[in-house]
Every structure is written in structure tokens, then in C-alpha cells.
């Protein structure tokens, strides 16, 4: 009976440690106060430590990018190649559009200009 006593007591106090350990992230950068600057979430996103080289050779040579500098700098081409190409269809469509309406008024005018036609003495009128 004593035995089954201790093994019991362990486990209890083996669950209630584990009662004590928050398993969530906590967020250590104050959010409100970025957004109020127009700063990003997160401050390594954009800034100097981010896009500038990390050495430079004194002689004045280029530094090669790093390897997150190539590839931010690949996404940032692609994108602006997705912006011209969705930005000429854009102009496409606004241009069918006015044609489209082009269309469909002169064919309105059309078909006012073939109706019935006056005939005799209203004819000799104009």
C-alpha cells in the first residue's frame, strides 16, 4: 500500500510541472508602437542590416550578395515583372472595353439608320 502511494504522489507532481510551462510564443516587439511608426511587424523584414552588404573590400571592389540578398532580390524582379505584365493587361482590357462600347453604339446607330424609311407624301416633305 505504500508503494502505490509514492507512484501515485510521482505522477501528480510529474503533471502539475507540467501545468507550469506555457507552450505559446510570447511576442517580445510591441506591435501597436511599429504600426503607429508605419514600421513592419518584423524589423528584420526591411533595414539597413538586411540589405546592405555584410563586408566591403577596401580596395572598392563589389561585394557579392549574400544567398537572402539573391533571392529577396529574385522575388523583388519577379514581382516586378508580374506588376508589367498585369498592369498591360489592364490597358488591353480597358481598351477592348472602349471598343466594345464603340461597337455597340454604331451598330445602335446602324440599325436606327436602316428602319422604315417615310414614304409618300411624308417624303416629299423633307
Same mark, same amino acid.
Given at each position: 500500500?505504500? %508503494?502505490?502511494? %509514492?507512484?501515485?504522489?510521482? $505522477?501528480? =507532481?510529474?503533471? $502539475?510541472?507540467?501545468?507550469?510551462? @506555457? &507552450?505559446?510564443?510570447?511576442?517580445?516587439?510591441?506591435?501597436?508602437?511599429? =504600426?503607429? %511608426?508605419? +514600421?513592419?511587424? #518584423?524589423?528584420? =523584414?526591411?533595414? !539597413? +542590416? $538586411?540589405?546592405? !552588404?555584410?563586408?566591403?573590400?577596401?580596395?572598392?571592389?563589389?561585394?557579392?550578395?549574400? =544567398? #537572402?540578398?539573391?533571392?529577396?532580390?529574385? *522575388?523583388?524582379?519577379?514581382?516586378? $515583372?508580374?506588376?508589367?505584365? +498585369?498592369?498591360?493587361?489592364?490597358?488591353? @482590357? *480597358?481598351?477592348?472595353?472602349?471598343?466594345?462600347?464603340?461597337?455597340?453604339?454604331?451598330? %445602335?446607330?446602324? &440599325?436606327?439608320?436602316? *428602319?422604315?424609311?417615310?414614304?409618300?407624301?411624308?417624303? +416629299?416633305?423633307?
Amino acid at each position: 500500500m505504500l %508503494k502505490i502511494t %509514492k507512484i501515485c504522489w510521482a $505522477t501528480s =507532481a510529474t503533471i $502539475t510541472a507540467q501545468r507550469g510551462i @506555457a &507552450l505559446t510564443a510570447t511576442r517580445a516587439i510591441d506591435q501597436k508602437w511599429r =504600426a503607429a %511608426k508605419g +514600421l513592419p511587424e #518584423n524589423p528584420n =523584414a526591411f533595414g !539597413p +542590416l $538586411t540589405n546592405l !552588404p555584410d563586408y566591403t573590400y577596401l580596395d572598392g571592389r563589389p561585394t557579392p550578395l549574400g =544567398a #537572402n540578398q539573391k533571392k529577396r532580390l529574385l *522575388k523583388q524582379q519577379d514581382i516586378a $515583372t508580374r506588376i508589367v505584365e +498585369l498592369s498591360g493587361e489592364l490597358e488591353f @482590357a *480597358k481598351q477592348r472595353h472602349e471598343r466594345l462600347k464603340e461597337n455597340a453604339e454604331s451598330e %445602335k446607330q446602324r &440599325l436606327i439608320q436602316s *428602319k422604315l424609311k417615310p414614304k409618300g407624301h411624308l417624303l +416629299l416633305k423633307k
